[in-house]
């Protein structure tokens, strides 16, 4: 019987921010914040962090999480979950999310999911949202797709695409690292050989293109902030501790006061 994935690659170094993946974030590891998330999918039957450093492998032991370690070789975190998607033969369609999204919702990894089983043909799904302020855009750190009619993705780029002088509604969507593979269209991309334009751009997910693959976009009303450096951490513990209370916490805290 097949089954849905969440593979979460992780790995410890990091040029702007070593240590990411267990640095704290209001009482808890980044990643044990993204691979909470990522179990309350509905539509995933296993979660694995996928990871070849044993600081990262033992801290999610203790913490309950299933963990497939991996070669240390890896350029991307797309080849480290391929390497864990070629071991297990079950799993039919792959999501892969990023160690870094501490605020990934738990309903878009289900669309991703619904999408792929739904559209048949499809290799690829991933996301992208509106940027509010069209001056954001401008970052390269932004990574920005445009797409057609049918939602797939004519081009991905760290330029402001489109390039518009249109005063309206912006048209520029940043794109969420967030994917959805079919298990043989990612087994597939790792075996191609880096793409011309995506290594002008730095975006793997430009080899799909290069290659004739269709990615379907899911625009969603908000995206998720990732968390690339120690400020971006500050300000999602800060965001994480605004959130607004469930209803079943709501009504603890008034069982609780009760007492």
């Excluded at 520029?172 to 995506?198: A, C, M, N, S």
Aim: hydrophobic letters at 40%; a positive charge; proline letters at 7%.
């Amino acid at each position: 019987m097949s089954e849905n994935v969440v593979i979460i690659p992780a790995r410890w170094g990091s040029t702007r921010f070593p240590g990411k993946p267990l640095y704290e974030i209001a009482g808890k590891p980044l990643l044990r914040h993204v691979w909470e998330r990522c179990r309350r999918a509905r539509k995933i039957d296993d979660t694995i962090i996928a990871t070849d450093d044993m600081r990262i492998a033992e801290a999610a032991f203790a913490w309950g999480a299933e963990v497939a370690l991996t070669s240390p070789k890896h350029q991307s975190g797309t080849d480290r979950i391929a390497e864990v998607a070629a071991r297990a033969k079950k799993f039919s369609l792959i999501v892969n999310v990023q160690g870094d999204e501490p605020r990934v919702d738990p309903r878009l990894i289900d669309r991703l999911i619904e999408t792929l089983q739904k559209h048949r043909k499809l290799g690829i799904v991933t996301a992208a949202h509106p940027i509010k302020n069209p001056r954001d855009a401008l970052s390269p750190h932004q990574v920005k797709v445009v797409i057609d009619r049918a939602s797939s993705a004519l081009y991905f780029s760290r330029a402001p695409i489109p390039s518009t002088k249109n005063s309206g509604r912006s048209l520029f969507l940043r794109h969420q690292g967030i994917y959805g593979f079919r298990r043989d269209t990612l087994l597939q991309f790792v075996k191609w050989k880096p793409t011309p334009l995506e290594r002008a751009e730095s975006l793997e997910q430009l080899r799909a293109l290069e290659n004739g693959v269709r990615v379907h976009v899911l625009v969603t009303k908000h995206g998720s902030p990732g968390v690339d450096t120690p400020a971006d951490a500050e300000a999602v513990a800060a965001s994480l501790c605004e959130a607004p209370m469930s209803p079943a916490g709501r009504r603890l805290q008034k069982s609780r006061t009760r007492r």
